[in-house]
């Protein structure tokens, strides 16, 4: 079944500089806010957590922020642009301590953390962004806000723990797998969506759309990122690839092969790696070829992109202009799986 959408304009542009072109002024007064928190740090880690802020890609998050809480008046900018540091903070956070756990050599085409300073004191850092991060949360007014982010972190940190740790149980289960993604990357791309529509006076009934909203967007940006783990060249990505399988993490591509894999082959196969064999992992590598993975994978992705489209037709009228660009957004991620299958 193909579940492409069908809704989003075609003349939409999928050039991720001209999404965000609209928000070139919010996102430079971002980085001279980021720039500043870190001079409020002890000076022994500024230089630490500024390596770490200068490395941290596309700021999705505070994006969502911002289109989420897009207004006429600027009255709501300052608090916008507070929530889209706390948001950037703690997802460099969950970035330093999960290269650690992975093992990643490279992230945004740099050094991690963990190989520049050494994974305990990349540990240490990543918990300075959690604790600067609810700081920050803690100066809102109300304390939905620091409630909000610390329970969202906390999810994020499960949904790590379930799947780094689930190797021994070989949880092949969809539903695991897509529960992992909604904590690991959907909790916050939603928790940015619903804060972003909350700091800026939306409804309730427009904070709740688009918090599915991000939830579903999220999941569809995990897909793809679990893709280019397996299938993308490691200079294109500027990331340590291939870390998942190295790390017993079934992401939807791996189960869809194990899926594809025929019965015998398939138990052979799970025998080889409960016993530990190494030439388990480069036995799968080789299967990679042989079954349509990134057609069947497209189809889960897909749904999750038409799933978050669907979330924005509840959002009230007077935020039609965040609809808009929540749709720019979105047919930018729908367009990188038909980019990457074509490289």
Known sequence: MNTKTNSMPANMPTDFEAIVAPLKVYLAELDDFLSAQVLLLEPEVQSQVRYVLSHSGKRLRPILVAYSGWS????????????????????????????????????????????????????????????????LASEFDTTEICRAVAKSTSLVCTGEISQTYAREELNFDRKHYY???????????????????????????TASALNDYGIHLGCAYQIFDDVVDLFAKESKAGKTLGTDLAKGKFTLPLLILLESMPDKERLEWIASYKSGSEESIGILE?????????????????????????????IDSDAIKTKEDLLQLLNFVSSQFAIFKSN
Do not use: M, W
Not at 123 to 128: E, H, N, Q, S, T
Not at 287 to 304: C, H, T
């Open 72 to 135: 006429e008046s600027p009255e709501h900018k300052e608090a916008l642009i507070r929530l889209g540091a706390i948001l950037e903070l703690v997802h460099l956070a969950t970035l330093v301590h999960d290269d650690i756990l992975d093992d990643a050599s490279l992230r945004h085409g740099h050094e991690t953390a963990a190989v520049k300073y050494g994974k305990d004191a990349a540990v240490l850092i990543g918990d300075i962004l959690f604790a600067h991060a609810l700081c």
């Open 179 to 205: 529960r992992v993604i909604e904590l690991k990357t959907g909790e916050l791309f939603a928790l940015a969506c619903r804060l972003g529509a909350k700091v800026s006076g939306k409804s309730e009934a």
């Open 286 to 314: 080789a299967q990679l070829d042989q079954y349509p993975i990134l057609e069947k994978v497209e189809g889960s992705f897909n749904e999750a992109i038409l799933k978050a489209e669907q979330s924005l037709s509840s």
